[in-house]
C-alpha cells in the first residue's frame, strides 16, 4: 500500500482577504505545497478551531507541523518561507541594502494602500448613520498621495525594488487590487496603473484571484472586483 505523506504546511486563510492573498502569492512563486484552511467567521466552530491555533484570531496564519512552528503576520510569514523554502524566486535580497529597501517598500504598501484602502471597505459595514465620511475622505486622500509616490517611483522599475519580483510585490499587489476598486488610479498615474496591471497578471496573484473570484459578491462595496483580464 502506497503510504500517504501527511501536508506539513497548514495555512489558515480566506479566498477574499487581501492580506491572504499577500502570503498565497508567495506560495504559488515559490511552489510550496501547503494545505489551505478556510477560515468562516461567520462559524463559530470555524473561530474556536482558528483561535486554539493562533488567539489573537487574525488572519493568515501558517502553520509549520514538521518545525513545529505557528507563523503569524504576513511579513513575518513571507520571510519565513524565503529562509525555509529555497525553491522559487527569493523574496528578500541576500544583498543587505537591498532587503532594507525590499522591507521597507513591503512597509510602505501594507500601512499606506492596504490600511486606508480598507478604512474604505470597512466603512461599508458599519450601521446606518454611522459612517465615517471624514475618515473615508482621508482615506481616498491618502490613497491619491500614495498613487502619486509609488508613480513617480515606478517610472523606471519594472517591480516595486527593481527587476527582480520579491516580498514588496506580494504586498502590494492585494494592496493595489483591492485600492483600485475603492478609489481608481487613474490616467493621471500611468506608471502606478501599469505596475498594478503587470501585478494582477503576475502568475502567482493571477492564480490567487481566480480562486478569490466566486468570494467577490461578498465584498462590501458598490463595485465588484473584476478579473475578467486574466481569464
Not at 500500500?1 to 487581501?18: N, V
Not at 492580506?19 to 515559490?30: D, G, N, P, W
Not at 503569524?72 to 525553491?87: G, S, V
Not at 498621495?145 to 527587476?163: C, H, N, P, R
Request: charged letters at 25%; a negative charge; one cysteine or more.
Amino acid at each position: 500500500m502506497t503510504e500517504i505523506r501527511q501536508m506539513a504546511l497548514h495555512f489558515y486563510f480566506h479566498p477574499l482577504a487581501s492580506f491572504c492573498h499577500k502570503v498565497l502569492i508567495a506560495l504559488y512563486e515559490k511552489e510550496i505545497a501547503f494545505e489551505p484552511v478556510i477560515v468562516d467567521f461567520g462559524n463559530p466552530q470555524s473561530v474556536a478551531a482558528f483561535k486554539a491555533i493562533w488567539p489573537m484570531a487574525k488572519m493568515p496564519v501558517l502553520v509549520d507541523d514538521e518545525r513545529g512552528a505557528t507563523i503569524a503576520e504576513t511579513t513575518i510569514i513571507l520571510e519565513y518561507l524565503d529562509r525555509h523554502f529555497a525553491k522559487g524566486p527569493r523574496l528578500i535580497p541576500s544583498d543587505p541594502d537591498q532587503a532594507l529597501q525590499a522591507r521597507f517598500w513591503d512597509r510602505f504598501y501594507d500601512h499606506y494602500v492596504e490600511v486606508p484602502m480598507q478604512k474604505i471597505v470597512t466603512d461599508n459595514l458599519r450601521p446606518e448613520g454611522k459612517s465615517d465620511t471624514f475618515g473615508v475622505d482621508q482615506a481616498r486622500g491618502q490613497l491619491r498621495e500614495a498613487y502619486a509616490l509609488i508613480d513617480a517611483e515606478m517610472t523606471s522599475k519594472v517591480w516595486a525594488t527593481g527587476d527582480a519580483f520579491g516580498l514588496a510585490d506580494c504586498s502590494a499587489a492585494p494592496a493595489l487590487f483591492y485600492a483600485n476598486t475603492v478609489e481608481p488610479i487613474g490616467e493621471e498615474f500611468p506608471n502606478a496603473a501599469a505596475y498594478a496591471d503587470r501585478l494582477v497578471k503576475r502568475s502567482g496573484y493571477a492564480r490567487a484571484l481566480r480562486e478569490a473570484e466566486p468570494y467577490f459578491q461578498m465584498f462590501p462595496m458598490p463595485v465588484k472586483p473584476d478579473i475578467s483580464a486574466i481569464r
